[in-house]
T-cell receptor, first 117, second 115 residues
Framework: GAVVSQHPSWVICKSGTSVKIECRSL??????MFWYRQFPKQSLMLMAT?????????EQGVEKDKFLINHASLTLSTLTVTSAHPEDSSFYIC?????????????FGDGTRLSIL | AQKITQTQPGMFVQEKEAVTLDCTYD???????LFWYKQPSSGEMIFLIY??????QNATEGRYSLNFQKARKSANLVISASQLGDSAMYFC????????????FGKGTTLSVSS
């Protein structure tokens, strides 16, 4: 069964709206979660690393004021796309690493398809 | 910096045949992990197989095997006895073994399996 739950699966909203995406680890505590963005037929690009109880680490070129990340508990990280515009339309997917050694795979949520009209 | 290269944008194979998806990588880390994920058109990322940099034997998981050639920095995925359900995007990824480090992905290969 799923070990990472992501919600919502689909969002369609008007330009200027802020959208919150939730990522939950199920049955395990994830001190670190990751947020990726994927355009059609392209690879997953890391946006930021979300650390429980501290500020997220953003990749170069990712606007931290645009993409707000909160990791308030060991099982929940949220990504808020603020004042979304059509160019923010994309597939957003989160992941969490199973606790333990580095050979543990990252488990991914099912992703959120965001369409800004 | 770490880098993953997948040079095959698309691959075509017939059912029951084997197929190899190429992956080369670059890293200055001594300890690292290599992963393959499958992404169907529905979008979810499905973990397939893992190879550690110090593993002496090639990893295998059912119909999936990883042809790991450390000196050449390659980690090719071999799918045996292809099935129609194998049609998907396949991503090679790597990560250092430190806790809290993210996976870095290649550009992916689209595999199409025909009957």
């Amino acid at each position: 069964g799923a070990v990472v739950s992501q919600h919502p699966s689909w969002v369609i909203c008007k330009s200027g709206t802020s959208v919150k995406i939730e990522c939950r680890s199920l049955d395990f505590q994830a001190t670190t979660m990751f947020w990726y963005r994927q355009f059609p037929k392209q690879s997953l690009m890391l946006m930021a690393t979300s650390n429980e109880g501290s500020k997220a680490t953003y990749e170069q070129g990712v606007e931290k004021d645009k993409f707000l990340i909160n990791h308030a508990s060991l099982t929940l990280s949220t990504l808020t796309v603020t004042s979304a515009h059509p160019e923010d339309s994309s597939f957003y997917i989160c992941s969490a690493q199973w606790p333990g050694e580095g050979n543990q795979p990252q488990h991914f949520g099912d992703g959120t398809r965001l369409s800004i009209l | 910096a770490q880098k993953i290269t997948q040079t095959q944008p698309g691959m075509f194979v017939q059912e029951k045949e084997a197929v190899t998806l190429d992956c080369t990588y670059d890293t200055s880390d001594q300890s690292y992990g290599l992963f393959w994920y499958k992404q169907p058109s529905s979008g979810e990322m499905i973990f397939l197989i893992y190879q550690g940099s110090y593993d002496e034997q090639n990893a295998t998981e059912g119909r999936y095997s990883l042809n790991f050639q450390k000196a050449r920095k390659s980690a090719n995925l071999v799918i045996s006895a292809s099935q129609l359900g194998d049609s998907a995007m396949y991503f090679c990824a790597m990560r250092g073994n430190q806790a809290g480090t993210a996976l870095i992905f290649g550009k992916g290969t689209t595999l199409s399996v025909s009957s």
